[in-house]
């Protein structure tokens, strides 16, 4: 890289670490003299980056934001979505967390004042696992229009599709809702608002695909204490169907005849291990025994129960439905064992 080009990077860099930088510190950091400092900064400015000159005994500089981002060429769409991939990336576990929140402010600093107030109203809890298809597509004006209301503190009033309409977000004929919103989340790739219900004096979350804004927001209001304080364990807990404790209602132990990487790559929140070259053991849970009874079959593999008892009436009752079914029976209804 030529000399000039890679000082004009670390000039930028620099302007980026903070609001005002004297043209003679700049001077000294890069090891150059003040007037080749101003070659430089005019270099910037040429290729479309914001900088002023400031006032003071020696004059200085600052990265303004400007009305557009060159010379990046982002609309303003793409500016969002690369703000919310950002947010993301800073609760990934990736081990790039730093790297997304000093990439996130750089971002902004240089954007123009509009999109810097959305992405300042846009606060995205992560609270993810491993999701074996992609989830429903949210559009993004309900995202933003989800976050301006978390951000404002307003009631927000909203339509909700039943689960039995399609995944579209829009239209319904349910009487609106109205919650005070809270944490705006993914989870198992699907996008939930985390919000006191004001019509069922309770905390919910809302799957934002089937959320349809209302307009005008409602009042403002003083946000609750969320139930242990933690967001992601607040979540977690609901979906695990156990509210702040964190584990399955039902738990049993197996043994399949396939190999321990085999299951593990179809596993999420079960413990496997490792019994031999072709079989392993499985500790998993679920909301009920027949449901739990019946994921485990998904293997296509030979069964052993290792406990508890509920697991095995559950495999009992489910053979004799399918039993039924192969069978041609018609289905009546019968008295769990």
Not at 9 to 26: C, K, M
Not at 192 to 208: I, S
Not at 311 to 323: E, G, H, S
Request: with cysteine; net charge positive; hydrophobic share 40%.
């Amino acid at each position: 890289m030529p000399k000039t080009s890679a000082r004009l990077l670390s000039l930028l860099s620099l302007l980026q670490a903070r609001r005002d930088w004297p043209g003679t510190l700049l001077a000294e950091r890069l090891d150059v003299s003040p007037r080749t400092v101003r070659r430089d900064v005019d270099r910037l400015r040429e290729l479309g980056y914001p900088i002023v000159s400031t006032k003071g005994p020696d004059g200085g500089y600052r990265l303004d934001a400007g009305r557009e981002l060159p010379p990046l060429l982002f609309d303003d769409d793409q500016a969002v979505a690369l703000a919310v991939a950002l947010q993301l990336a800073t609760t990934s576990g990736a081990g790039i967390e730093e790297a997304a929140v000093r990439a996130l402010n750089t971002i902004r600093q240089v954007m123009p004042a509009r999109l810097r107030h959305r992405i300042d109203t846009l606060r995205v809890t992560a609270v993810e696992r491993p999701a074996n298809r992609p989830g429903p597509q949210v559009d993004s004006a309900v995202l933003m229009a989800l976050s301006a209301a978390v951000h404002a503190r307003e009631v927000l009033r909203f339509g909700y599709a039943p689960v039995t309409l399609p995944d579209r977000g829009t239209g319904t004929d349910t009487p609106p809702r109205r919650a005070e919103p809270h944490h705006l989340v993914t989870w198992g790739g699907r996008w939930y608002l985390v919000a006191w219900d004001l019509d069922r004096d309770d905390w919910r979350t809302f799957r934002a695909d089937r959320i349809t804004p209302r307009i005008p927001t409602g009042p403002r209001f003083t946000p609750r204490e969320l139930p242990g304080g933690d967001v992601a364990a607040f979540v977690a807990g609901k979906f695990l169907g156990t509210g702040d404790t964190g584990g399955w209602p039902c738990r049993g132990e197996v043994v399949l005849d396939l190999p321990a990487a085999t299951v593990s790559g179809y596993t999420r929140d079960g413990i496997v291990e490792e019994l031999g070259p072709d079989r392993c053991r499985l500790v998993a849970g679920s909301w009920s025994w027949p449901s739990l009874a019946a994921g485990l079959g998904r293997f296509d593999a030979d069964i052993e129960v290792v406990g508890p008892a509920e697991l095995k009436a559950a495999f009992a009752r489910l053979a004799r439905r399918y039993t039924k079914a192969a069978n041609g029976t018609p289905a009546t209804s019968s008295p769990a064992p």
